[in-house]
């Protein structure tokens, strides 16, 4: 519960609705409390044969329109507040969100983010919005009528507080009762969906293996078990909903007979009496409703708790600008002895890399599946993080530009290519949306995007649908190259951008780049023998190191790792043409079997 | 055959009809066999409703005219229902005064209401429950029952959420009413009670129903219209949040955050705008529905008062209206509120009786072939054409059979037909061109589950059962002794590893599947093959890969499962095609090479071309 205290900032902005809205739900309550006293100079009036109807029913009627219009005014502030603090939770998570780094992202996965800002919220939005209104009216029903009471009959009312403990004592017992068992049947429901799920998974091998019989066996001890948790918890609803009006009634009976001797004795006029009745009501309202309360309280502490273990992450890539570093980035990359690993891994993804990269230079990385080629190119970018003082970016460490500057003008083409649900002109625009015309159309003729183009009916404004599945896999890279090359950033990464191409159109698309190239700084990683042999100079990378570096030339001459790579390159493509051929001539032979 | 239905209509949104009586008949079914419970909890509902509306004639007839007013009143005829005399009973049979005997029968009606009340809930719940564990469990049997033509063309998400969210809403609908049944009936009695003691009065009170009643209408309706506005503007929200989230690495590398919070708080803007927009209805709509029963009090003095002055009525039945006015009000909020349960449960509705009327099965033969105790394992194709669609064939004319014992490698590229050869094998699909003879009998001729148990099918990937490895192992084999499974296990190097798990054999793999290797899954599939024994194993090789030393375990395994049995090998690795005493090439469709793997070595074709790129990869 104590997790609740961290929304008092949210309240504070808003504390002129909070305040007006409680304090004309006050109000309410008094309008409400006046109304079994006007009952009881009618009943009073009528026993005397001197009654103002009329008036009295007029003064009921005002009443009832003073507490709707307190109500409908008050009401609506105090639930405003949790639509206000939904928004702007909603928005500062988002903006949390987005200074998150790479280790966050995989202890959290996106599913988890979104039922957090899902369902937490909306959590929260419901206790801010009835919890607090709820407990306030609450407490005001039960103290204003109190009052009234008092001031009818304190010898009366007395008599009542007696149980009252016991009541509350037995409302909370329940309504813990009650969390648990609910808890319980969450559970069970995520049970059974899992239980689905898995069958519905495994169909094929359940089918296959013959195993329908036993599934739908083990499928109905679930469902059973289901059923029996939502029966304990609507046992417990049910035995609340029976046992808080009863012990409410043993008040009932209390006024009756109490207040029917002093009625009889007359000590109190059969009004008074009367009216008591209405106010036991009042004051018996949140004993019924306690339950609910306790439960609402609970789950939206919970998820205030999973809401603010997100917003009190702080980002791994932290944003310390240093005065002194140059506004225009020149490209002179320098890595001392780069250790890095990611968290839990055993060994190190990147181990004493040491390596200069000359402004304007052409570097190549060549390496396997898993060598660190891309690690080392996210480190350039920050998106993640190596040791202070290992990166330098034209003389000065890599941290100590604004992140926005750095990210800026250095541009990277991550190997997998994401792109948004828009059309592919915001897709190529994405980090200035007001770019011009011209361009757009540059970037995407010079990575290769313009002849795919040629082929959409509606060209740059064709929308690419969700992650870009309208588009093929080659299709995609080429809109995220272009979407990197529009930047005209003076420090190019590409990370295997052509994978989903086959080589020679990558080396084709490559050399289209050398004009580009000219003048920035360019690294390109590469599985493929064929995409580095242009560059200025080749890196080999192995299990995180450095194994070699030179130029084609000169690695072929060394007959080392490269000189092994590229041979058995060169064997696959002359094997797969060969296959090619073979299948090109198999299927002419059936064409001519053919009829 | 398959493939010509439309699967779309599962990712379609269905009609939504209001109210739709054939379907909700055929709902009721689901409550028949729980029908003498929901009678039973129907009387009850009668008994706690009659003592609830009794309660507040007991105090304002018997207490207060009866004790408190006897002699202003007694002169006025006043309907008390029997109370009265009940009372005096009560008073003569326990001895105590008439006001303590009163309050004492107060007490009474209060606790059998509460007992009534608690009964009857519990039985409504027992029979609703009860219904919807009965659906679900009809609905997941139906499910194993669809052939796997259905499960290709389906999200099986959508499936799912048939059988738990939309049975989910069922039970909210059938507990709904059950209550409301509890809501209107005290209400009717409540209305019978006050037309006895002055007709007039409450037929004034009962003009305010139809005013309540389009004020609720109209507060539906208007909701409606925002709550589906929200509901977008939400969907819009998450939309944006999911795929920013999903690539946040884009968004970094290209400093978009600012931009994307601005686009991000608008939408979140647009959904502040609507939810206010539906707070402002309930709250007035709230504020409303709060208001009518004290307002019936001040109709209720100012009009009850009048005939108590007249000595039409006495005081105790003016206080008896005013307790009566809460009841009046609450069926058509709780109607209300029903209202929209009502509108998403019928939608459920169609969406379940959909999936439980939809029959797509590989269908067995009327009288099917009962299989010998032990089959020899002969397997032959026959002249097998197949197509997942019409026109679109993806088996041409296969022919070739499988000795006994032997084992064949079937190889070639992504698509070329080797998956779909075994399906038809095992009868996941049907086929009407060629012919698939076990033991010389057409397949079609025996019941596919009594022929599937007999084909050891080891897939792509180990599919992991609820339960423990034991259970895993055995398949629930009731003849399989535990010495006889810990063979098996033993025979195929899964022994070893079994025995590290946290309780060894008895370990729940539904818990910590998850954390087996690939390697260990294979070494469990094949001690599976073993256990159970089936006359003919069909292997879907992995393609992952695995290190040295468990690669020589599952070669070892792979040996000790395939000896002596007939085996039809799907391979992807050098090992595995050494493995086989007969190689059948696959490319589009179509056989092209067969022979041992030495001839087909030597004969230089498309296999050679295709060994060598295997190994390189593997050498790479």
């Known amino acids: 519960m104590g997790a609740l205290l961290r929304l008092l900032p949210y309240y504070r902005r808003h504390l002129g609705p909070f305040w007006m809205g409680n304090g004309l739900l006050l109000v309410a309550r008094i309008f409400e409390a006046l109304i079994p006293q006007l009952l009881k100079q009618g009943i009073d009036g009528i026993g005397a044969g001197a009654p103002a109807l009329g008036l009295l029913a007029l003064g009921i009627t005002a009443c009832v329109l003073a507490r709707f219009a307190a109500i409908w005014v008050g009401r609506r502030a105090v639930r405003k507040l949790g639509v206000e603090v939904a928004f702007d939770l909603r928005n500062r998570l988002y903006e949390h969100l987005q200074r998150m780094g790479q280790g966050f992202f995989t202890r959290y996965r996106t599913g988890d983010l979104m039922a957090r800002a899902i369902n937490d919220i909306g959590l929260v939005r419901r206790v801010v919005a009835q919890g607090t209104r709820t407990v306030l009216v609450l407490l005001f029903s039960s103290a204003v009528a109190f009052s009234f009471m008092i001031a009818e009959s304190p010898s009366l009312t007395l008599l009542l507080i007696p149980p009252m403990p016991v009541i509350f004592g037995i409302a909370w017992l329940m309504s813990r009762r009650l969390y648990r068992e609910s808890l319980a049947v969450q559970e069970g429901f995520s049970t059974l969906s899992d239980r689905v799920q898995e069958n519905l998974g495994g169909i094929r091998t359940v089918q296959a293996l013959g195993q329908e019989e036993r599934e739908i066996a083990r499928f109905a001890v679930t469902n059973d078990d289901y059923l029996d948790r939502n029966l304990a918890l609507v046992r417990t609803n049910s035995l609340l909903a029976a046992l808080m009006p009863g012990l409410g009634a043993t008040s009932v009976v209390a006024v009756l007979y109490f207040g029917g001797l002093r009625v009889q004795s007359g000590e109190i006029s059969l009004g008074t009496f009367t009216a008591f009745v209405w106010y036991l009501n009042m004051v018996l309202w949140p004993v019924r409703e306690a339950g609910n309360m306790i439960n609402l309280f609970q789950r939206g502490a919970a998820g205030v708790a999973r809401l603010f273990e997100l917003l009190d992450t702080e980002p791994e890539i932290a944003d310390r600008p240093q005065p002194g570093v140059p506004e225009r980035i020149q490209g002179d990359i320098v890595l001392e002895g780069v250790t890095v690993g990611y968290p839990g891994a055993e060994v190190p993804t990147l181990r004493d890399v040491t390596l200069h990269v000359k402004p304007g230079e052409t570097l190549a990385i060549l390496g396997r599946i898993g060598s660190g080629k891309s690690t080392l190119l996210r480190l350039l970018v920050r998106l993640l993080e190596a040791p202070p003082g290992t990166i330098q970016l034209d003389g000065h460490d890599l941290r100590d530009y604004p992140l926005e500057r750095l990210r800026g003008q250095v541009a990277l083409v991550p190997q997998e290519p994401f792109l948004f649900s828009e059309s592919i002109r915001e897709n190529v625009s994405y980090d200035d949306p007001e770019r011009s015309e011209e361009a757009v159309e540059a970037a995407a003729v010079a990575s290769a995007l313009a002849e795919t183009l040629k082929g959409l009916p509606s060209g740059l404004e064709t929308e690419v649908g969700e992650r870009g599945v309208m588009l093929s896999g080659g299709q995609k890279q080429r809109v995220t190259l272009a979407r990197a090359l529009v930047r005209a950033a003076p420090v190019l990464l590409l990370d295997d951008p052509f994978s989903a191409v086959d080589a020679e159109t990558e080396a084709e698309i490559l050399a289209r780049l050398a004009p580009l190239r000219h003048g920035r700084t360019t690294i390109v990683v590469s599985h493929r023998v064929t995409a580095v042999r242009g560059a200025d100079r080749i890196v080999v990378m192995e299990e995180g190191r450095i194994a070699e570096q030179g130029t084609h030339l000169e690695l072929v001459q060394a007959d080392g790792l490269y000189a092994a790579l590229e041979r058995t390159q060169r064997r696959r493509a002359q094997l797969e043409h060969e296959l090619e051929e073979q299948e090109d001539a198999l299927n002419e032979q059936e064409e001519e079997g053919q009829p | ?620």
């Open chain 2, 1 to 620: 055959m398959s493939g010509q239905r439309d699967h779309g209509v599962f990712e379609a949104e269905l009609s939504g009809r209001n109210f739709d009586a054939r379907l909700t008949r055929r709902l009721l079914r689901w409550l028949l066999p729980y029908r003498g419970w929901l009678l039973a909890s129907g009387a009850l509902v009668v008994g706690a409703s009659t003592l609830a509306v009794l309660m507040p004639v007991l105090m304002a007839r018997v207490v207060i005219d009866g004790v408190l007013l006897p002699a202003s009143t007694s002169a006025i005829e006043a309907p008390d229902f029997g109370t009265l005399e009940l009372a005096h009973a009560f008073e003569r049979a326990t001895g105590i005064p008439p006001l303590a005997s009163a309050c004492l029968l107060y007490a009474l009606f209060a606790a059998g209401w509460a007992i009534l009340g608690h009964l009857q809930r519990m039985l409504l719940a027992r029979a609703a429950l009860g219904a919807i564990r009965d659906l679900r469990a009809e609905l997941f049997a139906h499910l194993e029952t669809l052939s796997a033509s259905f499960y290709d063309k389906v999200a099986v998400g959508r499936v799912m959420t048939r059988v738990t969210n939309d049975v989910e809403v069922l039970l909210e609908l059938f507990w709904g009413l059950g209550m409301l049944v509890g809501e209107i009936l005290p209400f009717f009695l409540a209305l019978a009670l006050m037309w006895a003691a002055d007709a007039q009065l409450a037929a004034l009170l009962l003009l305010s129903i139809p005013i309540t009643g389009i004020a609720t209408w109209l507060f539906r309706r208007a909701t409606r219209v925002v709550y589906r506005k929200i509901r977008q503007s939400v969907s819009k929200l998450n939309q944006n949040l999911q795929e920013n989230l999903s690539g946040i690495g884009v968004v970094q590398t290209h400093v978009r955050e600012a931009r994307n919070l601005a686009r991000y708080e608008q939408i979140n803007d647009e959904n502040r705008l609507e939810e206010t927009h539906a707070v402002h209805l309930e709250v007035t709509y709230g504020a409303f529905v709060d208001s009518l029963s004290p307002l019936a009090l001040g109709l209720i003095l100012w009009f009850g008062g009048g005939h108590v002055l007249a000595e039409l009525i006495t005081l105790g039945t003016l206080i008896l209206f005013a307790r009566y006015t809460d009841l009046l009000f609450r069926p058509i909020v709780a109607i209300g509120e029903q209202y929209n349960v009502l509108y998403r449960a019928m939608a459920s509705t169609e969406r379940i009786f959909q999936l439980l009327d939809w029959q797509e099965e590989v269908v067995a033969p009327e009288r099917p072939v009962r299989l010998p105790s032990r089959l020899t394992g002969r397997v032959e194709f026959r002249n097998l054409c197949f197509g997942y669609e019409p026109g679109h064939d993806v088996l041409h004319d296969i022919s070739f059979s499988v000795e006994p014992g032997e084992k064949v490698a079937i190889v070639g590229a992504t698509g070329s037909g080797k998956t779909t050869l075994m399906r038809l094998l095992s009868r996941f699909y049907d086929f009407d061109r060629g012919e698939i003879l076990i033991d010389g009998v057409d397949v079609r001729q025996y019941d596919p589950r009594d022929l599937r148990s007999r084909l050891g099918s080891v897939l792509q990937d180990f599919h992991v059962f609820a339960g423990s490895v034991r259970e895993n192992l055995s398949l629930g084999d009731p003849e399989l002794s535990d010495a006889e499974v810990e063979t098996a296990a033993r025979l195929v190097h899964a022994d070893h590893f079994i025995r590290t798990l946290p309780n060894g054999y008895e370990t729940d793999l539904a818990e910590r599947g998850a954390n087996l290797s690939h390697g260990q899954r294979q070494l469990l599939t094949f001690a599976r093959v073993l256990a159970t024994d089936p006359e003919i194993l069909i292997l879907d090789e992995a393609t992952s890969s695995i290190d040295p030393e468990t690669e020589r375990l599952i070669q070892e395994g792979l040996h000790r499962i395939t000896e002596g049995r007939t085996s039809i090998l799907i391979a992807h690795r050098l090992l595995t095609v050494q493995e086989a005493d007969r190689v059948i090439v696959m490319q589009h469709g179509r056989i092209q090479e067969m022979g041992s793997h030495d001839e087909l070595l030597a004969r230089g074709g498309l296999y050679r071309t295709l060994y060598e790129l295997q190994f390189i990869e593997e050498a790479a």
